[in-house]
């Protein structure tokens, strides 16, 4: 399989991309956002022949799975995404030199961006808007399990393009097999970074083998702590929300740590979770409080391997501890830094936990559900970076630009 041409066009389309007006760009995005909803029954029809193939109990299923009301949150995010000032041509610094050179640090695009993803159809969507409203184009890597999926929205994507008058391959879609992503990973004179958002198998492997920049949005490892001083009606809400809200996606709770002197609290707390069979996986002094109080068939001891899972599914682990520095410990040995909480009504542990988590979300009294894109009012998002170079959590429109400088002078030479 040779893809040069492929990328060789992606990346002629990309260059192109600067001269064409933020105006225009607002009115594509919003043509794909209607042609999105006017096709749903075709999207529909496409997606199901990938949950054929996919067994229901398999979590990426969920991820899988498009319905009428994601369309419809898929376009709206791709209508605010339209109506976000451009992330291009900011000044982001100036200063003018002794000998009179002005010197201007100026947003750009980084030109060809490839996006390797698993499973989930609407990243097709939320890349596109993103990539095109930052100036940049993109190469989409989806998984054999979304291809029909992943085809039916790059046609119709590509319909509104070229009615547009851009070129098509401003969005280019890569054949499934594993062969493309081999040369994706390497195509250094076509792409300029590439950004992998699924399993943390995934994630390791681009890491492992590209030989161009790779901006990772890791796995999510999600804690809430729940501590001496935390509300057990916040608590309750906040764990059940950040648990169930939807397992499948990386912000989804996988522990709850909870400070001994509350595990007289821990059933009511655990309660609501019950209702959507979440399989608990408790400690030994968890296990005690919740044994008799918690159905018998959803409720198992912890072993090792339930620390430092990301689940998932309807399971979730609990580990007791005597205080907010053992607490913190934990977070800081299984935690993968994606998004981290603490409920409690004490200013100075709050503080504490904000200061000293490592995440690249930290939450007080709120769910990591919170994580996203879109929630954070950035429009959408193409992932939750967790590392710390260039971007941190949701990456959106800010964080798919570059800079250069501009240097304006009047004749200066170096002496």
């Keep these: 399989m040779k893809l040069n041409e492929t990328f060789e066009k992606a990346r002629n389309a990309g260059r192109k991309l600067a001269q064409v007006s933020d105006e225009s760009i607002k009115q594509v995005l919003l043509a794909v956002a209607d042609a999105a909803l006017a096709n749903k029954d075709l999207i529909l029809v496409e997606n ?15 991820r899988l799975k498009l319905t009428n009301k994601r369309l419809d949150n898929i376009a709206s995010d791709m209508r605010s995404v339209a109506a976000l000032p451009s992330p291009l041509g900011r000044v982001l610094s100036e200063t003018t030199r002794p000998n009179g050179m002005r010197l201007r640090k100026v947003s750009v695009a980084f030109g060809v961006i490839g996006i390797i993803y698993e499973s989930r159809p609407n990243v097709s969507f939320d890349v596109f808007s993103l990539c095109l409203k930052s100036g940049n184009a993109c190469i989409l890597k989806g ?3 979304a291809h029909q999926s992943n085809v039916a929205i790059v046609s119709l994507i590509h319909e509104v393009l070229i009615r547009f008058g851009l070129d098509p391959a401003i969005c280019t879609l890569l054949p499934a097999e594993r062969e493309a992503t081999t040369e994706l990973l390497h195509a250094r004179e076509y792409v300029d970074l590439i950004i992998p958002r699924g399993s943390a198998n995934l994630i390791n492997y681009v890491r492992e083998n590209a030989s161009i920049p790779v ?4 796995a999510g490892i999600c804690h809430t702590y729940f501590d001496v001083d935390g509300n057990l009606s916040k608590g309750t809400a906040v764990v059940n929300n950040a648990k169930t809200f939807r397992v499948s996606v990386c912000n989804a709770l996988d522990c709850l740590i909870i400070h001994e002197k509350r595990l007289s609290d821990l059933p009511e707390l655990c309660a609501p979770l019950a209702t959507s069979n979440v399989i608990i996986f408790a400690d030994e002094k968890a296990y005690t409080s919740l044994n008799g109080r918690y159905p018998g068939h959803l409720l198992q001891k912890a072993t090792a391997a339930s620390f430092g899972t990301e689940f998932l599914d309807y399971k979730m682990a609990i580990k007791t501890v005597a205080g907010i520095e053992e607490a913190l410990s934990h977070i800081a040995t299984y935690s993968s830094k994606h998004s981290e909480s603490i409920i409690t009504e004490n200013e100075q542990a709050m503080s504490l936990f904000t200061q000293t988590v490592d995440a690249a979300c930290v939450y007080t009294n709120v769910s990591t559900a919170f994580t996203d894109g879109a929630q954070f009012g950035l429009g959408a998002e193409i992932g939750i970076s967790t590392q710390k170079l260039h971007a941190r959590g949701p990456m959106a429109l800010e964080e798919l630009t570059t800079y250069k400088w501009i240097i304006d002078g009047d004749g200066q030479t170096r002496s």
């Design 215 to 218: 901006i990772e949005t890791g």
């Design 48 to 62: 199901q022949q990938d949950l054929d193939r996919m067994d229901p109990k398999d979590p990426k299923y969920d």
């Design 143 to 145: 998984s054999k399990d």
